[in-house]
């Protein structure tokens, strides 16, 4: 099992930038690449960005690309998601989640799908002021 905990949401203004963390525990040695998602009451849960295990291979959303950036640290075993030019329609909860390198391997069709990863974090809210 992997365990996943995000942290680094909270409230700011259209405009501002903030950056999100996700540290990964348990069984991570076999490698897994990393994703973040974003859900609001009422909608379905939407990919944001990934990014392969060796940190070479990213995807983004068309809504979010060239805001956002998600980068990683093997070696403390986290992801980040750093995000600029915040819209008050980026207020969601936001989750990390970890999926099989041999499914993101696949392409971008596996790595976007919230069906396809395996484990999921907690969520952390995120809220854009206007």
């Known amino acids: 099992q992997v365990q996943l905990e995000e942290s680094g949401g909270g409230l700011v203004q259209a405009g501002g930038s903030l950056r999100l963390s996700c540290t990964a525990s348990g069984r991570t040695s076999s490698g897994y690449a990393m994703g973040w998602f974003r859900q609001d009451p009422g909608k379905e849960r939407e990919f944001v960005g990934a990014?392969?295990?060796?940190?070479?291979?990213?995807y983004y959303a068309d809504s979010v690309k060239g805001r956002f950036t998600i980068s990683r640290d093997n070696a403390k075993i986290t992801v980040y998601l750093q995000m600029s030019s915040l819209k008050p329609e980026d207020t969601a909860v936001y989750y990390c989640a970890a999926q099989m390198t041999y499914k993101y391997d696949r392409g971008s069709g596996y790595a976007t799908s919230s069906f396809l990863y395996d484990y999921w974090g907690q969520g952390t809210q995120v809220t854009v002021s206007s």
């Open positions: 990014i392969s295990w060796s940190g070479g291979v990213t």
